[in-house]
């Protein structure tokens, strides 16, 4: 698989609207600003594929990026907003993205993307745990890297995986930088895995 030859396929606001449920299908969730659009772009070298999806009326979609095998997929899920979102909002933005994660079986894993700095919010527990109980493989982008110095990275990563000790859905969790492209491969050889499998 190559990562390079991503092009964008379609927007769903709805399961109904998502292509065919075959072949294989990884997807990317993250809360808004935490680098989950720059990790994508990065990981496909691919400087607008993601920002596609943060045109005005496309924030809250999810977005199909196809890749150059066939019905191999990337999927940008809509950025978990912040607190100022509306109630209403967020109870869309639940039933939508619970209607997909719960019904789509194509599907071989979820990328979280996380700063590095910020970890392991509400949303991002809240993630882990439907993973774990749906036995859904799960890999951890811990982003922006590069705004610490190596060492406190280092620590920040202990941390996360003290954290999520004994959680059995964590195949990978990964030191990830778009600025400095620390990680970037590590990332696209586990995606590679998880969608040729
Ligand atoms: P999204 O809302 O999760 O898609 O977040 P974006 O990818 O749009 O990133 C939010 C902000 O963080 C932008 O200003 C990015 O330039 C910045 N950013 C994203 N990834 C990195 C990174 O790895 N390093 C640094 N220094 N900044 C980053």
Redesign the pocket.
Known sequence: ISFNSARFLTSASRLEECPPDHGAEVAFA??????????I?CITTNGKL?RTS?TPGRTRLINFFSLNRENCRLVDLP?YGYAKVSRDMKDDWQKHLGHYLNDRQCLRGLVL?MDIRHPLTDFDQMMVEWCEHNKLPLMILA?????LKFGQAKTAMLDIARKLEGVECLHHLIM?????KRGVDESRDALTRWLEE
């Open positions: 993250g809360r808004s600003n935490a680098g989950k659009s720059s990790a772009n993601a943060k950025g993307v982003t922006k890297a590069d705004k990830f930088s778009a600025t400095s």
